[in-house]
């Protein structure tokens, strides 16, 4: 069992930038492929990034890619997305999410633990 919880989002105006942090409970975080969604209102959740177990492999959706940087830290149980130029469009709320899929998957349903989100809204 994970326990994921989000933070870090907020406010922001277009160009800047804000780190969402995602601290999970449990012993075994380090075997865990970890992604980033996001939904923003009346849309579909989508993949943002993942990062595998390992930290070897990261992988970016086409959006955020250059802008969006993703690490994880197992020693504090913790994965980071890191959101530089901002843009409206980036607004939505943030989930991160637990796989035991050895590579980031894009798929919603590849995922078996979720944090209950954080809202980021970017202004233009």
């Known amino acids: 069992q994970v326990q994921l919880v989000e933070s870090g989002g907020g406010l922001v105006q277009a160009g800047g930038s804000l780190r969402l942090s995602c601290a999970a409970s449990g012993r075994t975080f380090s075997s865990y492929t970890m992604g980033w969604f996001r939904q923003a209102p009346g849309k579909e959740r989508e993949f943002v990034g993942g990062?595998?177990?390992?930290?070897?492999?990261?992988d970016y959706s086409e959006p955020v890619k250059g802008r969006f940087t993703i690490s994880r830290d197992n020693a504090k149980n913790t994965v980071y997305l890191q959101m530089n130029r901002l843009n409206p469009e980036d607004t939505a709320v943030y989930y991160c999410?637990?796989?035991?899929?050895?590579?980031?998957?894009?798929?919603?349903?590849?995922?078996?633990?979720w944090g209950q989100g954080t809202q980021v809204t970017v202004s233009s």
């Open positions: 999410a637990a796989s035991l899929d050895p590579i980031p998957a894009m798929r919603t349903r590849r995922y078996d633990y």
């Open positions: 990062i595998a177990w390992s930290g070897i492999r990261i």
